[in-house]
């Protein structure tokens, strides 16, 4: 297996994550390759010192910008070219695998069908509300999308941990279906490669990832909005069921309260009460899976807060993407 981290101008996370993906337990040989997308840091010298004693490491220097491709879909190509196994395992510089076992158990989750695993990409949890919230979200994205790849209907990924074959990267001509678009290398390639039986979820604890959450709002909400600038490039069904679920989800509250006020407000807390039950129990379960129960305690209100969350960020769905990182 390869294991594929594009960096750009991150020592400071290279030498604190870059071990956990260099000590790992594989029964097997592998390599770790790090592209080193034009950075101005010191992270050329580090990854030399880092070479010195890890010798599955290996580093693609790059140079010279890709003219009219935007984001790290480029050097994320030149390091799945250049990898020497067939099947190629994704993370970011900001991660650090969760075990010493995160490429072993996503390696074994292949079959003979498989060509696609998706793995979840959590935050480390700290004190203070921002990180709630911003593992909520994380949670709540990594709720659908692997919940839709169960049901066999795939259609997102996350490059904090992502993992799938050579074969099929060429089969779809890389990211050139959407080249143009900074961000995407994770969950467009996702939409456009995945189906029913080529994709499978690992949700071991063992094949986590694990990053550093935004600092403060400013940098959370720079970091959604380039995430959801690629919601557009859906395919027409996802972004229908997925626009049900997030409208449905957004008017709840507000009718809620219309219907107490208006209606009888016995009626409306059954509803309520039935809707609270089903979500205390599907939360408690996937949370369990996931290693987020620390968040149950706090699953209403944090329900709540989606109503706000979906008008701060419903712009963001028609916006103009960015063209950096």
């Keep these: 297996m390869s294991v594929i981290i594009c960096a750009r101008d991150e020592a400071a996370n290279l030498a604190k994550n870059l071990p956990g993906s260099l000590v790992q337990q594989y029964r097997t040989t592998h390599e770790v390759i790090v592209v080193d997308d034009n950075s101005f840091d010191d992270s050329k010298y580090l990854l030399e010192e880092f070479k010195k004693t890890f010798k599955q490491l290996h580093v693609v220097e790059l140079k010279q910008e890709a003219k009219f491709i935007p984001g790290k879909k480029f050097p994320l190509s030149v390091g799945i070219k250049t990898a020497k196994y067939e099947v190629v395992l994704l993370t970011d510089a900001d991660c650090v695998p969760a075990s010493e076992f995160w490429i ?136 229908f069921l ?51 129960k620390d968040l149950y305690p706090w699953f209403l209100f944090l329900d709540v807060w989606m109503f706000f969350y979906y008008i701060i960020f419903s712009v963001k769905l028609v916006k103009k993407p960015g063209k950096g990182w």
Excluded at 271 to 279: D, E
């Design 104 to 239: 072993d158990k996503m390696q074994q989750t292949y079959d003979e069908q498989t060509e696609i695993v998706l793995g979840y990409g959590a935050h480390h949890k700290k004190n203070g509300l921002l990180n709630k919230l911003i593992r909520w979200e994380t949670f709540h994205t990594a709720m659908q999308y692997l919940s839709y790849a169960i049901a066999g209907n795939p259609y997102m990924g996350v490059g904090r941990n992502l993992s799938y074959k050579k074969t099929i990267f060429f089969r779809h001509k890389g990211f050139s279906a959407h080249n143009n678009v900074a961000s995407g290398d994770d969950d467009l390639f996702i939409k456009t490669a995945a189906t029913k039986t080529n994709t499978k979820i690992n949700i071991d604890a063992d094949t986590f990832t694990l990053s550093e959450p935004a600092k403060n709002w400013g940098q959370w909400m720079k970091q959604k909005s380039r995430h959801y600038s690629t919601a557009k490039y859906y395919k027409p069904v996802h972004k």
């Design 242 to 292: 997925l626009g049900v679920y997030s409208f449905s989800h957004f008017l709840f509250y507000p009718l809620l309260a219309a219907s107490i006020i208006f209606y009888g407000w016995q009626y409306a807390l059954v509803v309520f009460g039935f809707r609270f039950l089903l979500q205390a129990i599907v939360f408690y379960l996937c949370m369990k899976k996931l290693h987020e």
